[in-house]
């Protein structure tokens, strides 16, 4: 089983963040700078708004196009944790939907296939077609078709592996996948697995990730995700692995393809500093962080990454879309 968490140690976020307040507006101005000399995160224009409906937000830059209405839309910590929705989330995504913006569903989820993935959403009300959702594991079968891959990952994802030939040796690549809540992690990065995929490396294999997430939030608190067995293999092989997930530029370009969406004028929510907001941010996108899943206070406050926006959840997107898409 997975680590056990003690009840002064546990993590886990509240999932209720709509929840009306009596305050209205506060507003504190910092500095201002003009667009194109982007200014530091202790320097940027920063103002807590509290909306009539009771939303806190920090409101990092100021929005004035009315024509972003690309968005792509993280899922772990985004929309539920560990199965249970964020208060609020199906509404939100059925009002963005309605309010005529594009949408497309990215998800560094390793464990189960996009077919699940997507039916979980719709279990939770949120609406989508497969096709919608992009998982990293088409992404590896594009990059890696036609190989022999050593795969270390959760077997729920090998329907999403069509055109890779899996081996046990003599592999042209390694792949490593994310944990799960469940004690078939145990197996699959198991020290004989671990070892087999780096005698595969030393023999001339290239490592691949499917992502690098060092942990991730779910109904327990915090849980070691993967990462770290990919910084390991890293540190005895010398050699440095392809991220194919977030925040890999490659991830963000395939979806603001897949939307005929330019990065200028498209928007990524997450919760995740690193993989949401960085990646996103390094093809130029624009950024808005929710305070639920791994959210941590602590980590905005040291961060240099900033976020255009930080909201309490997602359930404040459309109302604050709304407003400041527009300039308001």
Same mark, same amino acid.
């Not at 005698?199 to 070691?224: D, I």
């Given at each position: 089983m997975g680590p056990a968490f003690a009840s002064t140690r546990r993590r886990s976020v509240s999932l209720s963040v709509c929840e009306t307040a009596t305050s209205k507006t506060?507003?504190? %101005?910092?500095?201002? %700078?003009?667009?194109?000399?982007? =200014?530091?995160?202790? @320097?940027? @224009?920063?103002?807590? #708004?509290?909306?009539?409906?009771?939303?806190? *937000?920090?409101? #990092?830059?100021?929005?004035?196009?009315?024509?972003?209405?690309?968005?792509?839309?993280d899922v772990d910590g985004v929309l539920h944790v560990s199965g249970t929705a964020i208060d609020g989330a199906a509404n939100a995504v059925r009002q963005l939907r309605s309010d005529g913006h594009r949408l497309r569903f990215v998800t560094n989820n390793t464990t189960r296939s996009r077919q699940e993935l997507a039916e979980e959403l719709r279990k939770i009300g949120v609406?989508?077609?497969? @096709?919608?959702?992009?998982?990293i594991a088409r992404s590896a079968a594009q990059t890696l078709a036609g190989k022999r891959v050593l795969v270390l990952a959760m077997p729920a994802?090998? @329907?999403?592996? !069509?055109?890779?030939?899996?081996?046990?040796?003599?592999?042209d690549a390694v792949l490593l996948g994310g944990a799960d809540e *469940? =004690?078939?992690?145990?197996? #699959? &990065?198991?020290?004989?697995?671990?070892? %087999?995929? &780096? !005698?595969?490396?030393?023999?001339?294999?290239?490592?691949?990730? $499917?992502?690098?997430?060092?942990?991730?939030?779910?109904?327990?608190? =915090? $849980? $070691?995700?993967?990462g770290a067995f990919v910084a390991g293999l890293e540190y005895a092989t010398g050699s440095e692995a392809t991220v194919l997930g977030k925040p890999s530029a490659e991830y963000f370009e395939a979806a603001l393809e897949s939307l005929d969406a330019d990065a200028g004028l498209s928007w990524m929510v997450g919760d995740d500093l690193e993989s949401d907001i960085?990646?996103?941010?390094?093809?130029?996108? %624009?950024?808005? $962080? #929710?305070? *639920?899943?791994? &959210?941590r206070e602590a980590d905005l406050d040291a961060a240099h990454t900033r976020p255009d926006a930080v909201l309490d959840s997602i359930c404040a997107l459309p109302d604050w879309l709304d407003q400041h898409a527009r300039g308001s």
């Open positions: 506060a507003s504190t %101005r910092v500095s201002e %700078r003009c667009a194109c000399c982007p =200014p530091g995160p202790l @320097e940027r @224009e920063k103002r807590s #708004v509290i909306s009539e409906s009771g939303i806190a *937000t920090d409101e #990092v830059t100021r929005i004035d196009s009315a024509s972003m209405s690309a968005i792509l839309l609406s989508l077609e497969d @096709e919608e959702l992009q998982t994802i090998v @329907e999403d592996l !069509e055109g890779i030939e899996l081996v046990g040796d003599h592999a *469940t =004690p078939e992690t145990n197996q #699959v &990065f198991s020290y004989m697995n671990l070892a %087999r995929a &780096f !005698e595969e490396l030393e023999s001339g294999a290239a490592l691949y990730c $499917l992502h690098k997430n060092r942990w991730w939030q779910t109904s327990r608190g =915090p $849980l $070691l995700d993967a960085a990646g996103a941010q390094s093809i130029g996108m %624009r950024t808005i $962080l #929710v305070r *639920t899943g791994k &959210f």
